[in-house]
Structure formats: structure tokens, C-alpha cells
Nanobody, 122 residues
């Protein structure tokens, strides 16, 4: 099982942008879809965006991030990115990427990575 690695988080003011990176997505031949998730303190982990690595179908977004976040893939780099714009204070969370069952938010990994922290101040 390949372990994905997240990076790119940071602290920004509301309205700012960040790009998160998820590396290692295509090292495992079983990896078909990758999703970004986030977990704020005291809250459940929630799906943010997911994408098919074969380029078919459209990415899927949580309603709370539609129009602000964009998920993309870079096959040669074995990477999946999450471009986040017009960030809001409620976007503050630890962000994780993982292999998901295509068409769902169900993680197919036995564990989560370290994540990358995003903090948005008002």
C-alpha cells in the first residue's frame, strides 16, 4: 500500500490562496481515484474534492468549496493538487489526501498520512 504525502499548507488571511500537493498517487497500480479531505478540531473528517487519475469523469467537490477549490492531477509527477482560492476562516483544518474508491468518499487506505495544516485568519 502506497503512502501519500501531503504538503503546501500554511497560514493565510481570508481571501488568500494556497496550493496543496499530494505526492505518490500513481506509484500503486491499484490507485484509481484520489481524494482530498479535511478535519477541523472537534469535527469529523470530511471529503473536499476527489478526482479520477485516468482523466475520465469530472472532479467532484463538496458544496462548501465549489467555485473556490480546484483539484488537478499531474501524472508524470505522480501528484494530485488542490488549488484553494478565496479561503475562508472555516476552511481552517488539517488537510489529507488518500486513495478513495472511485465514485465515493470512502478511503481505501488503512491509515491516514500526516496531513498539512491550513490556517485562515479573518
Amino acid at each position: 500500500e502506497v503512502q501519500l504525502a501531503e504538503s503546501g499548507g500554511g497560514s493565510v488571511q481570508a481571501g488568500g490562496s494556497l496550493r496543496l500537493s499530494c505526492l505518490g498517487a500513481e506509484r500503486d497500480y491499484r490507485t484509481k481515484c484520489v481524494g482530498w479531505f479535511r478535519q477541523a478540531p472537534g469535527k469529523r473528517r470530511e471529503g473536499v474534492a476527489r478526482i479520477r487519475l485516468d482523466g475520465t469523469g469530472a472532479p467532484v467537490y463538496a458544496d462548501s468549496v465549489k467555485g473556490r477549490f480546484t483539484i488537478t492531477r499531474d501524472t508524470p509527477m505522480n501528484a494530485v493538487y488542490l488549488q484553494m482560492t478565496n479561503l475562508k476562516p472555516w476552511d481552517t483544518a488539517m488537510y489529507y489526501c488518500t486513495v478513495v474508491q472511485c465514485g465515493t468518499w470512502e478511503s481505501m487506505s488503512s491509515s491516514w498520512g500526516r496531513g498539512t495544516q491550513v490556517t485562515v485568519s479573518s
